[in-house]
């Protein structure tokens, strides 16, 4: 039962270029969605949310694109950096609901 | 900034015992969570905790996994009877509102080896 997928399991993206983090769900109930990222080791770590009366929210190099039409959102990185390289996961919420919804996450190599 | 904190960071057992997991969420917050993830899949939602009662939880906490906030800082969840397929990280999450309104802050996890 997946309601959030994350359908590349990787992706390589040379440092300084955009890295398009790319998220489907099937779940029309879904109304709050985020993006976590994690290192090897540690937990997930909050990187940015949307709310489903939005199409965009953007923060620093981060900007998350959300098209409710499709049941697509995804996660751009501008301008990529070492640092970046990681697992995202992409997560949804339904509205008023008390847990989150995980995709099985996208591994980022920045090359450089 | 305040952090989830557990312990321990690994914690190996043997196949049928009982093993309890620490958290202690961060201190203004009223929601509570397990999550785990065996490797190489996606994070998987265990529990929630709120108002010193389960809210949710998954078709994976069965009978043999309990939560407790025994003394209003630590949150636990105890395995009776570990299996092997028990064996994953397990992610403590504290958020102040219910996610749908606030994110989640995680702690950096037990990996838990079921022998």
């Known amino acids: 039962d997946q309601q959030v997928k994350q359908n590349s399991p990787s992706l390589s993206v040379q440092e300084g270029r955009i890295s398009i983090l790319n998220c489907d769900y099937t779940?029309?109930?879904?109304?709050?969605f985020l993006w976590y990222k994690k290192y090897p080791a540690e937990g997930p770590t909050f990187l940015i949310s949307?709310?489903?009366?939005?199409d965009k929210n953007e923060d620093g190099r981060f900007t998350v694109f959300l098209n409710k039409s499709a049941k697509h959102l995804s996660l751009h990185i501008v301008p990529s950096q070492p640092g970046d390289s990681a697992v995202y996961f992409c997560?949804?919420?339904?509205?008023?609901?008390?847990?989150?919804?995980f995709g099985k996450g996208t591994r980022l190599h920045i090359l450089p | 900034e305040p952090e989830v904190t557990q312990t321990p960071s690994h914690q190996v057992t043997q196949m049928g015992q009982e093993v309890i997991l620490r958290c202690v969420p961060i201190s203004n917050h009223l929601y509570f969570y397990w999550y785990r993830q065996i490797l190489g899949q996606k994070v998987e939602f265990l529990v929630s905790f709120y108002n010193n009662e389960i809210s949710e939880k998954s078709e994976i906490f069965d009978d043999q996994f309990s939560v407790e906030r025994p003394d209003g800082s630590n949150f636990t969840l105890k395995i009776r009877s570990t299996k092997l397929e028990d064996s994953a990280m397990y992610f403590c999450a504290s958020s102040i509102l219910t996610v749908s309104y606030e994110k989640l802050f995680f702690g950096s996890g037990t990996q838990l080896s079921v022998l």
């Open positions: 949307i709310s489903s009366i939005k």
């Open positions: 997560a949804a919420a339904p509205n008023r609901d008390d847990k989150i919804i």
């Open positions: 779940n029309s109930m879904f109304d709050y």
